[in-house]
Structure formats: structure tokens, C-alpha cells
């Protein structure tokens, strides 16, 4: 794990524990929003209530997938921390740097890496 001062580690997996929540109260508040799980829009013979209706769906439905993405990611840095083993990049298995982790809570490569992966 990175030597991360403890009070350092601490708010980072306090931030990690709020943002877990909020994911999570998120897409609870997509699934109540969403008109095809919820049927929240009365059936109407309008035109264009059916496309209104897909088009929130599948909005929606991008939106709760980033959402499930983040909190996987949020999940597995709280285990990592748990396990000791958080702030390793997953190419290298190098420490990731401190101030990256800080911006980042989640990131699971360093800089280099990342950069790397991007191009």
C-alpha cells in the first residue's frame, strides 16, 4: 500500500464511504425517474409520448450505467484500502502518486500509466 499518512487515508476513504452513498441514492432517484420502470407518464394516445418516453429511458439508462461504473470503482477502492493494498497502479505496481489519489480517489493507475493507456 502507499505510505499515505493516516489522517490522509482516513478522509480519503471518508470521501469514498459519501460518495458510495450518494452513487447509490442516485440511481435509486433514476430508477424512480425513469418512465419505463415507473410508468410515469399516463398512457396518452399524444403523439410522440412513446418517443418522449424511450428518449428519457434511454437518457437516463447512459446516465445509470456511468453511475454503476463509478460506484464499482468506489466499491473496490474502499476494499483495496481494506486490504491494504490501495494506492498500487494496476499496470506498474508502483505507488500511485498522492496528489492523484487526492483529485482522484478511485484512480487505479498513476500518471504514467494513465497517460499511457490514453494514447
Known amino acids: 500500500m502507499l505510505n499515505l499518512p493516516q489522517n ?3 478522509k480519503i476513504k471518508n470521501l469514498l464511504t ?12 433514476i430508477d424512480k425517474e425513469d418512465p419505463v420502470l415507473t410508468e410515469a407518464l399516463a398512457e396518452s394516445s399524444e403523439p410522440g ?8 429511458h434511454n437518457r437516463l439508462s447512459a446516465i445509470k450505467g456511468d453511475l454503476l461504473n463509478l ?3 468506489t466499491k473496490n477502492s474502499l476494499a483495496s484500502i481494506n486490504k491494504g493494498t490501495y494506492g498500487v497502479c494496476e499496470k506498474c505496481k508502483k505507488s500511485i502518486e498522492e496528489g492523484r489519489l487526492k483529485a482522484m480517489p478511485a484512480a487505479v493507475l498513476c500518471i504514467n500509466c494513465s497517460k499511457k493507456t490514453r494514447h
Do not use: G, I
Open 8 to 10: 490522509t487515508l482516513t
Open 18 to 29: 459519501r460518495q458510495q452513498s450518494q452513487v447509490e441514492q442516485e440511481l435509486k432517484d
Open 49 to 56: 409520448t412513446e418517443s418522449f418516453e424511450a428518449d428519457a
Open 71 to 73: 460506484l464499482r470503482k
